[in-house]
């Protein structure tokens, strides 16, 4: 597995927007799937977007066409634009390098990185 790190997170307005990067260590960062969770307070981690390592994308439901998931393997980045954003949305943002993928289906790696924290206010 690689070695990942969250960034970006902060306080926005609703309907505001926000970039996440996920900055992975590694030469072998091109072959993992990526994927994006977020765990609000009170809550279980959910999985809101994986890119596979063909760059094909899946979303959940909540977040369908307004956050979009991209991956630059030049520069070992995974980036989560988040758009129109709604106070549901809070929570801390993880990415994790899955360990296999089937459909829709996302197999998260046991590593885990300290996330970063959104925050949308009404």
């Known amino acids: 597995q690689v070695q990942l790190m969250e960034s970006g997170g902060g306080l926005v307005q609703a309907g505001g927007s926000l970039r996440l990067s996920c900055a992975a260590s590694?030469?072998?960062?091109?072959?993992?799937?990526i994927g994006w969770y977020r765990q609000a307070p009170g809550k279980q981690r959910e999985l809101v977007s994986f890119?596979?390592?063909?760059?094909?994308?899946v979303y959940a439901d909540s977040v369908k066409g307004r956050f979009t998931i991209s991956r630059d393997n030049a520069k070992n980045t995974v980036y989560l634009q988040m758009n129109s954003l709604k106070p549901e949305d809070t929570a801390v943002y993880y990415c994790?390098?899955?360990?296999?993928?089937?459909?829709?289906?996302?197999?998260?790696?046991?590593?885990w990185g300290q996330g970063t924290q959104v925050t949308v206010s009404s």
């Open positions: 890119i596979r390592s063909g760059g094909t994308t």
């Open positions: 590694g030469r072998a960062f091109r072959i993992y799937a």
């Open positions: 994790n390098s899955g360990t296999g993928v089937a459909g829709t289906t996302f197999r998260p790696g046991d590593s």
